[in-house]
């Protein structure tokens, strides 16, 4: 198997988000905008060199009428990149809630969503904060009729990590936001498939369909924005391992093209992201070298046309 298929996504999350995962309190005002704002026509100029069309994970009450992100969530959606439901708020333990509350944090993600896309009931991929996916929030997605999820990322690597960071919070009397998912989610496929209703780690009848973030094959190492943009022996050697997998779903944050000095962002927060203490110019060389290696080896498509193109071959 070689790769043939490849996607790119942004998780849109706020810096708000990073303050809770480090139990750092709440987030200074003048970062509530500063993702749309400064990260994403960052994201756009790249996507339009490549001429590539990518898949925008938005967090619903960012993007409000009168926010300052919202008309380039807009024209993004016109040139073509896919806006995807990434809840309203970003409630770290989604999963975990109840049936209802999840609705109505996918549904009142999605009005804001149709109102962006100019295209009413054109429902279609989630993906859920912290990559933790349950059966219940699973039902949800299939109930409201989602044709794909991509919350799975199954990386012994990246769980352990988590595990040791939430543990070293804990000893310090700090609390984050952040939540232990299902060990099991380490074992699940890695590359596309359609989930159990039951236990979304395994393979199923669920009218939806999987795409998980990538890792590489045998080692689940993590093929993400986070890993590929601060070593460049580590970029290349996950790039090099990704060649054997069909399908490259690159997941992206809006962090990865945030610059502390150019944005204003406090030494508290730097201090505890390592992407942030990388400058802008790096990254940005790093994002092309990057997405010039995908476009080489596979055709890029938006998430909802790649589950299109997998739902085909999963009747």
Same mark, same amino acid.
């Given at each position: 198997?070689?790769?043939?298929?490849?996607?790119?996504?942004?998780? %849109?999350?706020?810096l708000?988000c990073?303050?809770?995962?480090?139990?750092?309190?709440?987030?200074?005002d003048?970062?509530?905008?500063v993702?749309?704002?400064?990260a994403?026509?960052?994201? +756009? &100029?790249?996507?339009?060199? /490549?001429?590539?069309?990518?898949?925008? /994970?938005?967090?619903?009450?960012?993007?409000?009428?009168?926010s300052?992100?919202r008309?380039?969530?807009r024209?993004?959606?016109? *040139?073509?990149?896919?806006?995807?439901?990434?809840?309203?708020?970003?409630?770290?333990?989604l999963?975990?809630?109840?049936?209802?509350v999840?609705?109505?944090?996918?549904?009142?993600?999605?009005?804001? %969503? #149709?109102?962006?896309?100019?295209?009413?009931?054109?429902?279609?991929?989630?993906?859920a904060?912290?990559?933790?996916?349950?059966?219940?929030?699973?039902?949800?997605?299939?109930?409201?009729?989602f044709?794909? &999820?991509?919350?799975?990322?199954?990386c012994?690597?990246?769980?352990?990590?988590?595990?040791?960071? *939430?543990?070293? *919070?804990?000893?310090?009397?700090?609390?984050?936001?952040?939540?232990?998912g299902?060990?099991?989610?380490?074992?699940?496929?890695?590359?596309p498939y359609?989930?159990?209703? #039951? #236990?979304p780690?395994r393979?199923?009848?669920a009218?939806?369909?999987?795409?998980?973030?990538?890792?590489?094959?045998?080692?689940?190492?993590?093929?993400?924005g986070?890993?590929? +943009?601060?070593?460049a022996? *580590?970029r290349?050697? +996950?790039?090099?391992g990704?060649?054997?997998?069909?399908?490259?779903?690159?997941?992206?944050?809006?962090?990865?093209?945030?610059?502390?000095?150019?944005?204003?962002?406090?030494?508290?927060?730097?201090?505890?992201?390592? &992407?942030?203490?990388?400058p802008?110019?790096?990254?940005?060389?790093?994002?092309?070298?990057?997405?010039?290696?995908?476009?080489?080896?596979?055709?890029?498509?938006p998430?909802?046309?790649?589950?299109?193109? /997998?739902?085909?071959?999963?009747?």
């Amino acid at each position: 198997m070689t790769l043939s298929l490849g996607s790119v996504s942004v998780d %849109l999350d706020p810096l708000r988000c990073y303050y809770q995962i480090h139990g750092l309190g709440p987030s200074p005002d003048h970062l509530t905008d500063v993702v749309l704002q400064r990260a994403l026509p960052r994201f +756009l &100029d790249v996507f339009d060199r /490549f001429g590539l069309r990518s898949t925008l /994970f938005v967090v619903g009450s960012d993007a409000l009428d009168g926010s300052p992100g919202r008309p380039l969530l807009r024209e993004a959606a016109r *040139l073509g990149h896919e806006l995807g439901n990434h809840s309203f708020h970003h409630p770290y333990d989604l999963s975990r809630l109840p049936l209802s509350v999840i609705v109505d944090e996918l549904c009142a993600c999605e009005q804001v %969503l #149709d109102e962006l896309r100019g295209k009413p009931g054109s429902v279609c991929g989630f993906r859920a904060p912290g990559y933790e996916l349950s059966p219940t929030l699973l039902s949800a997605l299939s109930q409201l009729g989602f044709r794909y &999820d991509s919350s799975v990322f199954p990386c012994p690597p990246y769980y352990l990590a988590k595990l040791a960071v *939430l543990a070293k *919070l804990r000893v310090s009397g700090r609390r984050s936001s952040s939540i232990i998912g299902s060990p099991w989610q380490q074992l699940a496929p890695m590359q596309p498939y359609r989930p159990a209703q #039951d #236990d979304p780690n395994r393979p199923g009848s669920a009218p939806l369909i999987e795409l998980p973030v990538a890792v590489t094959k045998y080692l689940r190492l993590p093929a993400i924005g986070t890993s590929l +943009l601060l070593s460049a022996p *580590l970029r290349r050697a +996950l790039l090099t391992g990704m060649l054997r997998q069909r399908f490259f779903n690159l997941e992206l944050h809006g962090i990865d093209l945030i610059d502390a000095k150019l944005d204003g962002i406090p030494s508290e927060l730097v201090a505890r992201q390592p &992407d942030l203490q990388v400058p802008l110019w790096q990254k940005q060389q790093s994002l092309v070298e990057i997405l010039r290696f995908l476009t080489d080896h596979a055709q890029v498509l938006p998430l909802q046309d790649v589950a299109s193109h /997998f739902a085909q071959t999963m009747v």
